[in-house]
């Protein structure tokens, strides 16, 4: 009897292993998305000088560039991983709707 239970574990404890790294692996579309939404704030928040035209021009790609789509995006997020703490606290700093 020990010893079927000895191979079972030893059988199921790649398993968890494999499990827990997809579990973390998951979590490249917040980081990615956080990046993101961070650069999109960023650049919501220049305001250059009316002379600054070129400046202007940047910042107004730039915030397309970076913001467009992320708040359907971060309804996504929010729903895909509503049963974590940790995330949801981490996406809840951004506002759902800016787009």
């Known amino acids: 009897m020990f010893n079927s239970l000895r191979s ?14 997809g579990s ?5 579309d917040v980081e990615r998305f ?3 939404r961070e650069s999109c704030d960023h650049f919501r928040g220049e305001l250059p000088e009316p002379t600054e035209k070129e400046r202007l021009e940047e910042v107004i790609r730039k915030t397309n560039e970076f913001c467009a789509g992320t708040d359907a995006q971060l309804k ?11 995330v949801i606290s981490r996406l809840s700093k951004f506002e759902d709707t800016i787009e």
């Open 34 to 36: 956080i990046q993101r």
């Open 76 to 86: 996504l997020l929010k729903k895909r991983y509503a049963n974590d703490p940790a």
């Open 8 to 21: 079972i574990v030893i059988l199921c404890a790649p398993l968890a292993l494999v499990s827990c790294a």
């Open 24 to 28: 973390y692996g998951s979590m490249e």
